[in-house]
C-alpha cells in the first residue's frame, strides 16, 4: 500500500475562513452570487450549489449520488467501464444543476480514484467531452485541507484541538489541529492551527475489495483493522497528540458517510436527518456501542436499515474497520460527527477569495463548466 504521504504540516490555507453554517447574516441590493462546489470521490459525486450570505453561504441546491467509481481500481488499477458510465450519468446530472442555477464559480474537482486509476486522465477528457464539465484531480494535502475548512466550526473551542478525520472511499485524511498551542481561538485561526496531517491510501472501497464487506466475521474484521493500523504506525506526529489524546484534552471530528451512517443509526432515526446528525457529540463508549451495534447486523439487516441501505450495506463495517483503528490509535474521549467537508469546504474558499481578494487570479486551476451553448463558463478563481 505504501507509505502514508506528509506527515508533516501543510501549507497554509490560501485564504481566511468563512461561517460554515450555511446561514450567514442577510444580504441586500443585487442578488447574491452564485457559488458551486462537486466532489468526485471513488464512491459518491456530490454537488452543493449556494448563495454567498454575508460571511457565510445558504445552500440552494444539491445533489448526491453513489456511483462507486473506484470499484475495483485497487484490484486493477483502472476505472471499469460501468463505474465511468455511472458517473458521467450523475455528472450530467451536475451540469444541468449549475446552469439553472446560474452558478458564476465553481470548483469541480476529483480524488482518489482518479488520483490513482491509470486510466484516470482519459476518463477526464470523456467527462470533457460528453459532459461539457473541466474536473481538477486535486492532492491528498489540498483535500485535507479543504475537509478541515469545512468542517472547522465543529472544533470544541474549549479543548485544546481535534484529530479530524475523512474516511473515503480510496483514501483517509487524518490532521492534527492544534488550537492550543496557535495564537487564538477563532475561525480565521484555524489554518495556522495544523500541526501534523496524514492520508491512508485506503478508504472504505479499496478496503472492501480487498477483504469483502457482505458477511465479515471477527476474524477479517480484525484483519481490515491490522491492515489500517500498520498504515497509522507510520505516522508520527510526535509524543504530544499521544499525550493529548491519553488526557482528554483534543476530541475526534469525523467527516464522511461512514461517520455519518453511524450516527444516524445509534440515534435510531427512523430516516436518516442531517439536522440531528451534524454536530452530534458522542463519547467513546457510544462509539463503541455504535461500532458493536453495526457488526452485529447481517447483510441484509444493514440493507434493510434507513440509514444504511443498499448502496453502503457492503461497505459500512469496512469504514467501522477504518474508524476503530483511528480510536486505537488515539483513545480520544468524545467524538463530534460533521455531516459536512470537502464541498463546505471549497465554498468557503472560493467565497472567501472575492470578499478579501476580489476573486484575484492565482493558485491552482479550478474546473469550469459549459452553459447550453458550449461556451467555456468563467473558470472559477
Not at 191 to 211: C, E, K, M, Q
Request: net charge neutral.
Amino acid at each position: 500500500m505504501g507509505t502514508p504521504t506528509d506527515t508533516g504540516s501543510p501549507p497554509l490555507p490560501a485564504s481566511g475562513h468563512s461561517s460554515l453554517s450555511g446561514s450567514g447574516s442577510g444580504q441586500t441590493g443585487e442578488a447574491a452570487r452564485r457559488y458551486a462546489a462537486l466532489d468526485l470521490g471513488t464512491n459518491n459525486c456530490r454537488l452543493l450549489v449556494a448563495e454567498a450570505r454575508g460571511r457565510g453561504f445558504r445552500v440552494v441546491d444539491a445533489f448526491s449520488r453513489i456511483v462507486r467509481l473506484g470499484e475495483g481500481v485497487s484490484l486493477s488499477g483502472r476505472l471499469g467501464d460501468a463505474a465511468m458510465d455511472r458517473a458521467v450519468e450523475a455528472l450530467k446530472i451536475c451540469q444541468r444543476k449549475l446552469v439553472d442555477r446560474r452558478v458564476e464559480r465553481a470548483r469541480l474537482v476529483a480524488t482518489e480514484a482518479c488520483r490513482t486509476a491509470e486510466n484516470g486522465g482519459h476518463f477526464l477528457d470523456r467527462v470533457r467531452d460528453e459532459v461539457g464539465l473541466e474536473l481538477e484531480i486535486v492532492s491528498r494535502e489540498t483535500e485535507a485541507r479543504l475537509a478541515v475548512m469545512g468542517c472547522a466550526s465543529l472544533v470544541d473551542r474549549d479543548g485544546d484541538g481535534a484529530i479530524l478525520f475523512d474516511i473515503g472511499g480510496g483514501s483517509s485524511e487524518l490532521v492534527w489541529l492544534d488550537t492550543h498551542s496557535r495564537s487564538g481561538k477563532g475561525l480565521t485561526s484555524i489554518g495556522r492551527s495544523i500541526r501534523a496531517w496524514t492520508s491512508l491510501p485506503v478508504g472504505v472501497v479499496t478496503l472492501a475489495d480487498r477483504h469483502g464487506g457482505l458477511d465479515v466475521d471477527d476474524e477479517k474484521f480484525e484483519r481490515m483493522t491490522a491492515e489500517v493500523s500498520e498504515m497509522l504506525e507510520r505516522f508520527d506526529p510526535g509524543h504530544a497528540l499521544d499525550r493529548a489524546a491519553r488526557e482528554g484534552r483534543v476530541h475526534f471530528l469525523g467527516t464522511s458517510g461512514t461517520v455519518t451512517t453511524l450516527a444516524g443509526v445509534y440515534l435510531g432515526l427512523a430516516r436518516y436527518d442531517r439536522r440531528q446528525v451534524d454536530g452530534t457529540w458522542l463519547e467513546a463508549g457510544d462509539v463503541a456501542d455504535m461500532i458493536g451495534r453495526v457488526r452485529a447486523m447481517s447483510y441484509r439487516d444493514r440493507v434493510e436499515s434507513p440509514c444504511i441501505g443498499a448502496d453502503r450495506a457492503d461497505l459500512v463495517i469496512a469504514g467501522c474497520a477504518i474508524l476503530e483503528a483511528i480510536r486505537r490509535r488515539w483513545p480520544c474521549p468524545r467524538l463530534r460527527v460533521a455531516d459536512r467537508g470537502l464541498r463546505e469546504g471549497i465554498l468557503t474558499e472560493l467565497i472567501a477569495e472575492d470578499r478579501d481578494g476580489g476573486g484575484r487570479r492565482g493558485g491552482p486551476q479550478r474546473g469550469r463548466h459549459h452553459g447550453h451553448d458550449g461556451r467555456a463558463g468563467e473558470r472559477a478563481r
